[in-house]
C-alpha cells in the first residue's frame, strides 16, 4: 500500500466563477473521474479534507480582503476582479481549499502520508495579501507553508510553482522570509506580468525567489533543460524540510490560455525529478496543489501522469 495522500470535496464544485468561465467545475470532475477509475486509486490514501479557520487565512490575507470575499459570496455572488468571479458557495470552498493544504500537511508530518495532491479549487497561487487575482481568492500554498512553519517547525520550505502563469501571489507571500524559497517556471510575457529573472527576493528572502521564464513555444526538451540546469540544482543545495509545487498543467501544449508545449508525460518527469528531490533532502514529504490547467483531456491525462509519479514514490504498487 503506498502513501500518496488525495484531498478531494464536493464543495470545490459548487464554486461557480461564471457562466463561460475557463477555471470550472468541469475541470475537478474530470480530474476526479480519471483518478477514482484508475489503479492508481487503490494506491491513494483518501483523506476528508477540514474548513480552515479564519485565523488560518489570516496568516496570509488581511481581515478586510477575507471579509469582503466572505461578503461578496454571501449576497450570491460577483467579481473580485475582471478576472475573479464568485457564486454563493464560493467562499465556503475557498475556506475548504485551504483547509486541504493543512489537513495533508498534517498527514503527511504525522506519517499517515509521503507524499499527496489536493485536487482543489478556487486556485491560489496569483491571490495576493489584500486582493484577488488570476481566478484565486485565499493562496492555499502560502497558507499551507505557515502552517508548516507555525506548527511543525519547518525552517527550509521550497515551493516550485510549474504553472505556466508566474504566481506572483505565493512569491509576494514570502518574498523577504528565506524560510520559503520559492522557484517557478512560467512563460513570459504572460498574465499577470511578474516573475522576471530580476525578481530574486528582498532583504532577509533575497536570493530565495528564482524564477525562469520561458518563451512562447517552448517545448518538452528545451523546458526540461532549463528545469534541471536552474530549478534542479537551487532546490538540491537549499536542502528543503518539505516541498510544496504549485501544479498547474495550463504549460500543456493543448491548453487553450498559454503558448508552452509541454506534453502530458513532461509532467509525469518532473514529479518524478521533484520526488528524487524530496526523497533526499526530507524523507519525501512533497505535496501539490491544483492551480490551472484548461483543456480538460490535458488536465486529466497530466494529472494521471504526476500522481503515477507520487505513487511510485511513496511506495505504491503500480
Known amino acids: 500500500m503506498g502513501k500518496t495522500a488525495y484531498l478531494f470535496d464536493q464543495i470545490f464544485l459548487q464554486h461557480e466563477p461564471g457562466f463561460g468561465h475557463p477555471e470550472r467545475p468541469e475541470r475537478?470532475?474530470?480530474?476526479?473521474?480519471?483518478?477514482?477509475?484508475?489503479?492508481?486509486?487503490?494506491d491513494l490514501v483518501v483523506i476528508k479534507p477540514k474548513k480552515a479557520d479564519i485565523s488560518a487565512i489570516e496568516t496570509n490575507h488581511?481581515?478586510?480582503?477575507?471579509?469582503?470575499?466572505?461578503?461578496?459570496?454571501e449576497s450570491g455572488g460577483g467579481y473580485m476582479d475582471m478576472d475573479t468571479g464568485l457564486s454563493a458557495k464560493s467562499f465556503e470552498a475557498a475556506l475548504f481549499?485551504?483547509?486541504?493544504?493543512?489537513?495533508?500537511?498534517?498527514?503527511?508530518?504525522?506519517?499517515?502520508a509521503q507524499?499527496?495532491?489536493?485536487?482543489v479549487r478556487p486556485p491560489g497561487h496569483h491571490a495576493e495579501y489584500d486582493y484577488a487575482s488570476?481566478?484565486?481568492?485565499?493562496?492555499?500554498?502560502?497558507?499551507?507553508?505557515r502552517h508548516l512553519i507555525?506548527?511543525?517547525?519547518?525552517?527550509?520550505?521550497?515551493?516550485?510553482?510549474?504553472?505556466?502563469?508566474?504566481?506572483?501571489?505565493?512569491?509576494?507571500?514570502?518574498?523577504?522570509?528565506?524560510?520559503?524559497f520559492?522557484?517557478?517556471?512560467?512563460?513570459?510575457?504572460?498574465?499577470?506580468?511578474?516573475?522576471?529573472e530580476r525578481e530574486i527576493g528582498r532583504g532577509k528572502g533575497k536570493g530565495f525567489t528564482l524564477n525562469v521564464p520561458m518563451d512562447p513555444g517552448t517545448g518538452e526538451e528545451q523546458y526540461l533543460k532549463e528545469f534541471r540546469k536552474k530549478?534542479?540544482?537551487?532546490?538540491?543545495?537549499?536542502?528543503?524540510?518539505?516541498?510544496?509545487?504549485?501544479?498547474?498543467f495550463d504549460a500543456h501544449k493543448n491548453d487553450p490560455l498559454a503558448s508552452l508545449k509541454l506534453e502530458s508525460r513532461t509532467f509525469y518527469t518532473l514529479a518524478c525529478e521533484m520526488a528524487e528531490l524530496a526523497g533526499k533532502h526530507c524523507g519525501g514529504k512533497m505535496l501539490a496543489f491544483l492551480e490551472g490547467g484548461y483543456n480538460l483531456t490535458a488536465l486529466e491525462e497530466s494529472v494521471m501522469h504526476m500522481m503515477k509519479a507520487f505513487v511510485e514514490a511513496s511506495g505504491g504498487s503500480l
Not at 475537478?28 to 487503490?42: F, P, Q, R, V
Not at 488570476?134 to 507553508?145: E, K, P, R, S, V
Not at 519547518?154 to 516550485?160: G, H, N
Not at 520559492?182 to 522576471?196: C, D, N
Open 115 to 119: 507524499n499527496g495532491f489536493c485536487a
Open 62 to 73: 488581511s481581515k478586510k480582503y477575507i471579509e469582503e470575499v466572505r461578503l461578496t459570496a
Open 97 to 112: 481549499a485551504a483547509g486541504a493544504g493543512i489537513s495533508a500537511c498534517d498527514a503527511i508530518m504525522q506519517g499517515k
Open 182 to 196: 520559492y522557484l517557478s517556471t512560467h512563460q513570459m510575457p504572460l498574465f499577470p506580468g511578474t516573475g522576471s
Open 28 to 42: 475537478l470532475m474530470a480530474i476526479h473521474t480519471a483518478l477514482s477509475e484508475s489503479n492508481i486509486w487503490k
Open 134 to 145: 488570476g481566478f484565486c481568492l485565499f493562496n492555499n500554498i502560502a497558507i499551507a507553508a
Open 231 to 248: 530549478i534542479v540544482p537551487a532546490i538540491d543545495s537549499y536542502k528543503p524540510d518539505f516541498i510544496l509545487i504549485s501544479s498547474g
Open 150 to 180: 507555525s506548527k511543525y517547525g519547518c525552517e527550509r520550505i521550497a515551493i516550485f510553482d510549474w504553472d505556466v502563469h508566474h504566481g506572483n501571489g505565493t512569491q509576494h507571500s514570502f518574498e523577504e522570509d528565506d524560510s520559503v
